[in-house]
Structure formats: structure tokens, C-alpha cells
């Protein structure tokens, strides 16, 4: 039975790799003040930022799915991989020997089936690229130097080869360690007549990396006429390959396209190899799929959406390259990029235009690209009779729905009187831009949603209160509330400041139920005193303490979420313990009175004296926080 990873080595692991340098391999992160970072949530579909990272605390939290946790919960979350394999790989990263309990380390039992798989995909991809300098690969290299490839580039983008044999591949894995089970499980063998044997035989192989650098698949070029199979061949869906969620190239594109705010997508492997080549560096392509929603997502999360992002699809000049722009175009209704379309006059992709004319057509294409509302809207208009009325018509009736799903109204004016332009409708300009109108109107009467919650409008409302307390349902608009909620993030990330008079307060005093939790997370976890004598595990045993994943979440969005006021000291946070403690007060003295009333003149003396005394307590004490402030607590 594989043994469990030692508590120190996991706590090592943690302090070892900074969440910060993790989330940014898989978006893009933009300053947030107050130390954090943004960026757009990889866990949920958006558009603006409410993902915050707090380097500072080793944490993340999303404002608008609620998701959150420490830098192993981020990778576990998004590689969908357990707490092992997760603290493997990110040990791994972090050159840190991992200690193994209840029996010792066994790696090929210990191992999680995604590092495994991973495993023999790294290798094999370095298998390839040593076949590739053999005899046999000859036919392989001469592809590659016919379209301009040489071999500093065939090594940078890890180009290989696949011998002819049956299973050179597989008996190279095997002696690894690798079982016939993994070989099969992974894509890289599949099952023959005596056996498993090698899935990709005589072909140039290009490995496939997610966005972590990871090699999970593999395409494979025809390179013989002997070979009956497909031009292309890629990795069969694995657990670690589902190719509508992989990108090629993005490993060595997601830095650019960060800086740049511009990806340029084009349609095969030579394609992102000639771009790269020409110094086009944030080109990408899909492995044997359409772009859909899930390459949208990505590319959100690198290019953040901001008004100054683009994205560029290169596509053949044939009548198929017009009708998968138009499918891109679709998903542009997504996200919020600019994109723009670039197709070249004579037909030629990418590899074959450098070929022809150089780097500099390549780069050329690229900046002389249409922005794709202009290029659908024309792609439309073409394919009608825009001389005769009738054709004006059906090209109107099909091309405005399109100009009138552009959210921004003015970009939306501007096209509708270039369609009317195209139309021939020149006299008559308002009738098109009227229809446009129309139509946008309608889309938002049957399509109207609420916003996201962000962070400065947190997600405010919570179905059940955690197991042991009930109260009135979370709602930011409550004074009592807010109010909690700062003293709550004091408490979490500025202890100091609220310590040591929070300790002393009782998780009753939070009348929101979520917050009592929290406070109880605080007190199980020595207080907000602990926080100040071993800051760096205080947050850990805050969250240990949690009793269900709803109270975790809500830890981490309180540790992360800015305070709200810019300077933060003993001032203002004598003022939240004040107004918490007082409501509180309040809150009993209403208490006592009902008891009082119900007591009544013919109540038990004895019993009357102790409740008017409580009382007469409890409005001092009410009084004196509101005339003296922190200094009555």
C-alpha cells in the first residue's frame, strides 16, 4: 500500500514554491494592490477580474466561484490531480526529496496515474527526438529542411521521429518500468495481434504540451506513400490529452502572448513553426479540432481581456478557411478580445508564405489582418446579389444579427453603417442601423443576466448556515455584517492589530453564520494571538480548523480579499472591534428587556433584581464603548 507523504516534506513543499510563480504558468496575473495579484479565474467562465492571489500568504480566491485555497489546492484543482501527485510534482519543481511513511517510497506504486502517464510521454518525446538523427529518419529531416526547418529548430519545438517497427517504442518503455497497462492508457501504444505495439510507426512526430510545459500527446505527419493511415495522426482522448482543451505551442507562446495582449492562432504544427521562425512567437494551433470554448478559456486568462488584447486567426484562402472563421466567430461572443482575421491572397498558410516570400510576409500578414466583425459581415455579403433588392435583402436579414450581437454600442453604429455601405443601401443608412438596433434590443430583453460578483461586491448570500450555527442569511448590504467581515479579515491578515481584545470575543457575536464559523476557525487555532507568534502556519491551522469546505472557501476569501480602507492600523481596527462588540451589546440589552416585560411586576424578586442589574450592566458598558471607543473593551 503506498505509504503517505511526511508532514514536513508537505509543509516544505508549500513554502518552497510561491503561488504567485504557479498561477502565473496558467494565466496571467496584474497588480491588485495591497501585495495581491488578479487575474481572470481559470475555474469559472469571465470576464473581468475576481481570481486574487496573496503571494504574502500563500493563497489564492476566486470572488466569483468561490474557489480557493494554497498553491497544492490550485494545482489539484486545475491538473485534476490528488493531494500525492500534486505535492510530487510540485517537489519535483522544487528539488525537495519527499520522505514516505507507513512503508517507505515505492515509485511505481506511489505514483498517481496522471504523473505516470506524464512520465512516459516525457519520455518517449525524448525517445523520438533520438530517432530522428538516425539513417532511418532521413525522409523525416528532409521534410522538415524542404519547408525551411533546420535543426535548431526541429530541437526547439522537440520535433521527433517514430521508427517503422512495431513496437520500438513500447519495448523502450517497457524496460522503464512502464506497464502495458500505462502504454496503452496513455495513447502511445495501442493493442495488436500478440500484443501492444507502437500507435505511431514511420511519422515525424511534434509532441504536444499543455500550458505547464507538460508533454501530453502527440502529432504525427505521413511521411512514406506506403503508409494507409491518416496525413495527420494525434494522441486518442487520454486522461491527461482531451484535445479541445490543448493549445500547440502554448508552452512556448503563453509569455508572449501575456506581453503582447495578442495570440495569433493558425491551423497546423509547420504553421506555429513558421511563425515562431519569423518572429510571430505567440502563435498557437489546435491539435485536430476546431478553436472552441475551452481554447477560448485559455486564451482569456493570458490575455485578461483588456481593451488592448487581439486575437488573430491566419486561415487558408478556400472557401473551407472562410467557413472556419465564421466558426471562430461564434466563439468571439465569449470573450472580449478584439479579433481579427488574416487570410492570405494567395491561399498560402503560414509555412508556405514564408516559404515563398520570407519572414517578413509572414509578419506582414499577421499586422494586415481584418477585424473579424468586418470579414464575417463581407463573407456574408459576397455570397449574395448585392445589385438587385432581393439580395439585399437576404444579405441584410443574414449579416445584422451578427453586427447586432457587438455588445459596445458605438463599435456596433460604425458597423451597421458599413453594412449598409456594403448593401448599396447609401441613401437609406438609417433603416440599416434602425434593424440593427432592433435586433441587439431583443437579444438583451431575452438574454438579460446579473453580473458576476467581484471582488469589492463579494459573493453575498449563503443557501445553509455551516453545521452549529444559525442565523440570518449572509448579506453585504447589512451594516452588521460588513462590519464583521472587515474585523473577520483584521483578525486574518493583520492580527496584530486586533489582538489581543478579538480573542476574547465569542462566536455569537458574529450574527452572520457563515462568520461565526470562521471566528470558531480562529479560536481552534490559538487566536488571533497565534497569528502574531507563528505567522507563517497561522492561516494552516486556521484552515485545518475548518469543519467542511464551505467554511475553508470562506477563510481563503477573507485571508485574500483587500481591506477596504488604504491605511490600515490600530485606529480602524479599534473601530470594527468597537462597532461589533457594541451590536452585540445591543443586541443582549433588547434580549434582557424581552425578558424583563415577561417577567413582569408579579415575576420572581430574586430573579427580577438579576435581570435589572444585567441590564444596567450592560447599558453602561454600551455607553462607555460609545464614548470612549477601543479604549472600553
Known sequence: ?????????????????????????????RNAGGG?????????????????????????????????????????KIDHLTFSETVERLAAKAGITLRYEEGGYNPS???????????????????????????EAEIGRKFLAERGFDQAAA?????????????????????????????????????????????????LMWPIRDIGGEVVGFGARKLRDD????????????????????????????????????????????????CHAAGVQNAIATCGTAFGGEHVKILRRLLMDNSRSKVIFTFD?????????LRAFEDDQKFAARTNIAVSPAGMDPCELRLAQGDEAVRNLVEASTPLFEFAIRSIVQQHDAESPEGQAAALEESAPIVAKIKDQAIRHRYAVMLSGLLGY??????????????????????????????QQPSATYDSAPQGFRGPALTLRSPAHRTERELLKLALQRPELVSPAFDAYGADEFTAPPYAAVRQCIEEAGGAEAGIAEPQAYLGRVLDAAPD???????????????????????????????????????????????????????????????????????????????RGADAL
Not at 493563497?59 to 494554497?70: A, T
Not at 484562402?317 to 472563421?325: I, M
Not at 441613401?427 to 471582488?455: C, I, M, S, Y
Not at 425578558?595 to 454600551?622: K, T
Open 155 to 203: 530541437a526547439h519545438f522537440g520535433v521527433g521521429y517514430s521508427p517503422a517497427g512495431w513496437d520500438h517504442l513500447t519495448r523502450f518503455l517497457r524496460g522503464k518500468g512502464f506497464t502495458d497497462k500505462e502504454l496503452t492508457l496513455s495513447g502511445l501504444s495501442q493493442e495488436g495481434r500478440r500484443g501492444p505495439i507502437d500507435r505511431f510507426r514511420g511519422r
Open 426 to 455: 447609401v441613401t437609406d443608412t438609417q433603416f440599416v442601423v434602425h434593424r440593427v438596433a432592433q435586433l441587439a434590443r431583443w437579444a438583451r430583453e431575452r438574454g438579460n443576466k446579473g453580473p458576476a460578483p467581484t471582488p
Open 109 to 135: 506504486h506511489q505514483r498517481g496515474e496522471r504523473i505516470r502517464l506524464v512520465e512516459a510521454h516525457k519520455a518517449a518525446a525524448q525517445f523520438y527526438v533520438e530517432q530522428l538523427e538516425g539513417p
Open 549 to 627: 469546505d464551505t467554511v475553508r472557501r470562506m477563510v481563503t476569501e477573507l485571508a485574500v480579499e483587500a481591506i477596504l480602507r488604504k491605511t490600515v492600523d490600530e485606529v480602524y481596527a479599534g473601530v470594527q472591534l468597537v462597532q461589533v462588540r457594541l451590536r452585540a451589546v445591543d443586541r443582549r440589552i433588547r434580549d434582557v428587556q424581552g425578558s424583563l416585560a415577561r417577567l413582569g411586576a408579579g415575576g420572581d424578586p430574586q430573579q427580577l433584581v438579576a435581570v435589572q442589574n444585567e441590564l444596567w450592566v450592560l447599558q453602561q458598558y454600551g455607553q462607555a464603548l460609545r464614548d
Open 36 to 76: 495581491n495579484l488578479k487575474g481572470l479565474c481559470p475555474f469559472h467562465d469571465e470576464k473581468s477580474p475576481s481570481f486574487q492571489v496573496s503571494p504574502s500568504k500563500g493563497l489564492f480566491h476566486c470572488f466569483g466561484c468561490q474557489e480557493g485555497g494554497d498553491t497544492i489546492a490550485f494545482v489539484m
Open 227 to 274: 503508409d494507409n493511415g491518416p496525413k495527420y495522426l494525434n494522441t486518442p482522448e487520454t486522461p491527461i490529452y482531451k484535445k479541445s482543451q490543448v493549445l500547440y505551442g502554448i508552452d512556448l507562446a503563453k509569455k508572449e502572448i501575456a506581453r503582447s495582449s495578442r495570440a495569433v492562432v493558425v491551423e497546423g504544427y509547420t504553421d506555429v513553426m513558421a
Open 1 to 29: 500500500m503506498a505509504g503517505r507523504i511526511n508532514d514536513e516534506d508537505v509543509k516544505a513543499v508549500r513554502d518552497a514554491v510561491p503561488i504567485d510563480a504557479v498561477v502565473s504558468d496558467y494565466l496571467q496575473l
Open 317 to 325: 484562402g478556400d472557401a473551407a478557411g472562410q467557413k472556419a472563421a
